[in-house]
Structure formats: C-alpha cells, structure tokens
C-alpha cells in the first residue's frame, strides 16, 4: 500500500513561504474576532438588515487580505533573501520564531487599540491616530493614565506566546525543502506585488456599502485605515471634492459675505477682505474667551440635562447670552481653535493649526493686538502638542501655556499628561488679568482648558464624583472650576470692564449613525458681562466661526475683516448657518438642509434631525450646493494658493 499523502495544509507549511500563509491566517481570524467583537459591542447602533451582515464581513475580509498584503512584507523579504542553506540550519528557527512571534504581538497589541479607540470614537483608526503617532508623550501617558497597560501588555505578550507556540511545528516544516534563489525570487517578487496593487486600486471608500455610519466602519480593517489615514491626512480640495470656475466660487461668496455694517475694499477677482464699519464708540472692555474641552451642550441643565453636573455655568447661563443653536466646526481641538480664532469653515484634511507655511495669518487676536491689547492664548498643557504654541505664537497672540504655570511659582494642585488641573489654569489667568490691567492695558485672553479629557483626573475633594470615574465627573470638576474662577475674578478691579464668553472646542463625542450627525456638534455658548449685557436667550442657528466676529461686533469695533464668520447680532435669521465637519466631509446647514460634500467629488444633501441626529435625503439642491461649494473651495484656496494673501494680516 502507498504511504497516506501528506495534507495540504502540510504541503503548504513545506514551502518556504509557507509561514507567509500562516502569517494570513492569523491575520483573518484575529480580524474576524475583533470585527465580532466590536460589532456586539456596538449592537444598538448597527443596521443589521438585509445583507447588511455579509456586507460587513465580506468586505471586511476584503480589506483584512488587502492589510496582510501590506504586513507580510517583512517575513517575505527574510524569507527571500536568507540563502537556502542558511536558511535550514537548526538555529534559524528561533530567527523566524522570532520574526513571527514580533508580527503577532502587533497583530495581538492591535485588538486592544483598536478596541479602545473604538471605545472612544466609535471608529476604526482615523486621521485622529495619526495625530496621536506625532505626540507620542502625551498619548503613551494618557493610555498609561486611563488603562491598566501593564496588565494588557502582559496579558498581549502571553496570547503572542501561545500562538507562536500552536504554530511552531508548522513554521518548521518550511526548512525541509530547499528552495533556490532564483524560484525564491519569482515567489518573492509576486507576493511583493501584492500591495504594490493594492496601493494602486484600493481605497478606503470601498467599504462605503451601507448609510448606516456603524456598518461601513466595521467593514474596514484598522490596520489598513491606519495607513489610509496617514497617506490621505492632507486633501487636495480641487483634487478630491466637487468644484464650481474660482471666479464664480468667489463672486458666490462675496455675495454670501456682504452685510449692511461692511464693504470691500477691492474689486478683484479673488479677494474678500472687507471694512467693517459700527457706528458706535468703540469699547475696549477686556474679552476672556474660553473654550472647555470636549463639552457637549448636552451636558448642561439649560440644555436639558437632568443630571445637575454643571450648576455653576447653569447659574451664569442665567445672567448671560444664551445661544442654544450653536454648533463646533469640527471633532477635534484644533479644529475648534481654528474656528475661534481664524473664522474660517473646516478646510479638508489637517486643520490649519497644523499645516505649515501658518504663520501671520489673520486672526481674532491679531485684531485685539492691533486695538492695543494684550492678546493671548493661555493653555494648560504644553502647546507644542498639536502645533497650538507655533501657531498662536505667529498670528496675533503671546503665549501662556504649562511652562509658564511653573514660571510663575503658581502651586499646581493636580496635572496628568494633557496637563494642570482647570483650577491651576485659571489662576494663571487671573495672574496674567492683573499684570494686564496693572500696565493699563485691556486684555484678550483666548483660554483652552484640559480637565475634560480621559482620563477624566482631578483634584481630590472639588465635586463629589470621585477622580477618575468618566466623563460626567470630569464636567463637572471644569464647571466647579468655571464657578470658582468667576468668583474669585469678581473681586478684581477690572471684572466690570470684562465680556466672558464660555463655550466648547468640539463635542465630546461626534460618532453617530450617520456621517455628519448634526447632534453631535451641538455646544454651549454663553457670554456673560454684566455691566454691559443683558441677560437673554437667542436661537438663531449660529457657527463657531461666527464667534470671532460677534465678539468684536459686541465691542463695536470698526476694523478690515478677513472672517468668514458673522457679527451673529446683525444678520437676519433668513443668513444664518452652520459648518460641520471631519476631515473629509465637509457639512453646510442651511435652510433646515444639510449639504454633504465627500471626497471623490460627491455631494450629499439631507433634511436632519437636530435631536436625533438622523439624516433623511433631501431633493439636490443647486443653489445650497453651490453655496456650500463656494464657502469651502474658497477658504481652502485663500489658504492653499494665497490668493491676494487673503487669509493673511492685513496691512495698516
């Protein structure tokens, strides 16, 4: 009788790059398992009719081959390149044992990432992740600071361990039989052009089968949306997104910009600058403008929460301009602070804070400087951290940010890795308020907390929710540090003379089952000056880059504006709107619609639920659409090509 034939899966462990199939294998369960995983975590928010299943892992296990083509990479160049007789060597085994040992562990390390930033973004890895690669200090401390790391790295290694042990009488099989180099060679060079291919025709849309938001995310492989984010962080507008002639873009926008306190000071074909013109005295009254870390408007009691969290601003709101349709431009800090200080919509792919060539450009603190005052931003972590200090530093503002807490001698009461306690930041702010009026000089203070972010860590004894135990206590601590800054700021001798706008740098989460979940922009805004402004709620629909101009309308100061933004105080309803955004889509509120524009020049357009969040298609509307065309093709050519150096100071 003949001996039984060997298996195929033995077969395919005899050929020298039969640890590339064990390497693919691993790959696909470890991605099967991590896609269930998030998908029952996620189970209320998935759209599980018709094939949306399938969908979701036959796509998935499209894109988890297209990631492995990318990660075998290295074990195919040793596999490749180790000479045959070398290769079969006893001690060589532990070289490739070690090779894959160091694969897996990514591979492992991965479920947890990804895990928790879906856990904290209800998204595979996205252009946020690639941010977090650049500031690996204050990310590697955040996740030490918010999970047990030790734990999970012990708990990664010991599971990379196991299946390099379940593998390593396979691994070994690939050194019986020799393999020349010149038949190594033609096996090397097809599975290296495996994603020589996938780079050339495969793109991160494809896994865009459903409207539900939840379902396209868990189609894709967050390795591979890793990559796709870092190879896609900076986007081209007239490359990727639907355009209309530039002449017409503008002549749309100088249309759109024209308000009865203004006029434009050129005919030209590209430029919008404008003289803004009030025919009051000016007042020079100190601004304080501060923006919260991730606070949603849904937090407050004056928005409808029934928690009793934010008692403090919940007071204040009741002695302030309450603006209850105001909404963040986009899902990350920069992008707030772009929006408070530039008045400019969110730009496609990396905010302007963190692009280069950023310098000089014209701002809300710029302005302030130019009236005479102190200008400021005051930040309570350290500012190289998303570009913020270069970028401030350069357009307008000086800088305050944790070095000059320690300069200070101020004492620090509490800081984790993002940076000092809120209450340890607003005593800087007092300190620089009173060094600004003992100069004689008014101030503009732009101030960006950190309390508000995991790990959700505070002083001991402020509220009574224990440090570290979420978001809700984390608001609550920032509210007790809001309430006792303006306590302590009344006793000051320039209070009176002092506008405090209080509002958020983005919501503290943005995820939904849609794209542009307009509910999940929703912030507070409230501007408290007692002296000088009655108490009032205004529901006009409202931008975070109409704040900017709505500060210096308050004050009715005449200047050139570069803003995109309104004076909120001086438009008619039948004007208002709203920018929302990631950085790909690119949202226009407007009459009640939504217009959506999405790269490969897509254009979306949505009845939406400002509760809810859901988007219900809308007819195609031509002149919304090309509103929203013009708002965003302009602002990102006034700073990509510099037309008539629009978005720069300008000149006395």
Wanted: proline share 5%; hydrophobic share 40%; glycine share 6%.
């Amino acid at each position: 009788m003949s001996a039984a034939q060997p298996s195929f899966l033995t077969r395919l462990c005899k050929h020298r790059f039969g640890p590339v199939a064990l390497l693919v294998a691993v790959i696909v369960v470890i991605a099967f398992l991590t896609r269930a995983a998030l998908l029952l975590y996620s189970a209320g928010d998935v759209d599980w009719t018709g094939l949306s299943l399938p969908g979701i892992f036959l796509i998935g296990l499209f894109y988890d081959l297209v990631m492995s083509s990318y990660f075998i990479i290295p074990l195919v160049l040793y596999l490749w390149l180790v000479p045959d007789k070398l290769y079969r060597q006893r001690w060589q085994r532990f070289l490739l044992y070690g090779l894959m040992t160091i694969l897996c562990f990514i591979l492992v390390f991965n479920i947890a990432g990804e895990w928790f930033f879906w856990e904290e973004f209800s998204s595979r890895y996205n252009f946020i992740a690639v941010n977090y690669l650049v500031y690996t200090n204050e990310v590697i401390g955040n996740i030490r600071e918010s999970y047990p790391l030790n734990g999970i790295i012990t708990g990664v290694a010991i599971l990379t361990l196991i299946i390099v042990f379940l593998l390593r009488k396979k691994l070994k099989l690939s050194m019986i039989m020799p393999l020349r180099f010149g038949k190594r060679t033609l096996w090397a060079l097809g599975l290296l052009l495996l994603p020589v291919i996938s780079f050339l025709t495969v793109n991160h849309d494809f896994r865009q089968f459903s409207n539900n938001r939840y379902n396209n995310e868990l189609a894709g492989d967050g390795i591979y949306e890793l990559f796709a984010a870092f190879r896609n962080n900076q986007l081209d507008y007239h490359t990727f997104y639907q355009t209309i002639p530039d002449r017409e873009a503008f002549t749309t926008l100088r249309h759109l910009l024209q308000t009865p306190d203004s006029r434009f000071i050129s005919d030209g074909a590209h430029s919008y600058t404008r003289q803004i013109t009030d025919s009051m005295p000016e007042l020079h009254l100190n601004v304080i403008l501060i923006s919260i870390e991730s606070m949603s408007a849904k937090y407050l009691g004056v928005y409808g929460n029934t928690q009793g969290i934010t008692p403090n601003l919940d007071t204040l709101a009741r002695h302030s301009l309450l603006f209850t349709r105001f909404y963040a431009n986009g899902t990350r800090t920069v992008r707030g602070l772009e929006a408070l200080s530039l008045s400019v919509p969110p730009t496609p792919g990396q905010s302007i804070v963190k692009r280069p060539d950023n310098e000089g450009l014209f701002t809300l603190g710029s302005v302030f400087a130019q009236k005479g005052y102190v200008s400021k931003f005051i930040y309570g972590g350290y500012g190289y951290f998303d570009n913020m200090n270069y970028f401030f530093g350069h357009s307008g503002y000086q800088i305050a940010d944790r070095q000059a807490i320690s300069d200070a001698g101020i004492k620090i009461h509490y800081e984790n890795i993002w940076g000092v306690a809120d209450e340890d930041l607003f005593t800087l702010v007092l300190k620089e308020a009173g060094d600004a009026h003992q100069q004689g000089r008014p101030f503009f203070f732009h101030v960006m907390t950190t309390s508000n972010h995991r790990p959700y860590t505070y002083p001991e004894g402020r509220i009574d929710i224990p440090s570290h135990t979420g978001r809700e206590g984390a608001v609550k601590y920032t509210d007790y540090a809001i309430g006792q800054f303006i306590k302590e700021a009344k006793g000051q001798p320039w209070f009176g003379n002092t506008v405090f706008v209080i509002t958020a740098d983005h919501c503290a989460s943005s995820a939904g089952k849609t794209d542009l979940p307009v509910d999940r922009y929703h912030i507070p805004l409230l501007i408290y000056a007692p002296k000088h402004i009655r108490p009032r709620t205004i529901n006009k629909l409202m931008s975070q880059i109409d704040v900017p101009p709505s500060i210096l309308g308050l004050l009715h100061f005449s200047y050139q504006s570069k803003f995109y933004g309104y004076n909120i105080f001086t438009i008619p309803d039948s004007m208002t709107r709203a920018f929302i955004g990631t950085y790909q889509n690119l949202g226009y509120i407007h009459d009640s619609t939504l217009v959506i524009l999405k790269p490969e020049k897509q254009v979306e357009v949505y009845y939406p639920d400002f509760k809810t969040g859901a988007n219900r298609p809308a007819p195609y509307n031509k002149r919304l659409v090309r509103q929203a065309i013009s708002y965003y093709q302009t602002a990102s050519d006034a700073f990509d090509k510099q037309y008539d150096k629009d978005m720069k100071q300008v000149a006395k």
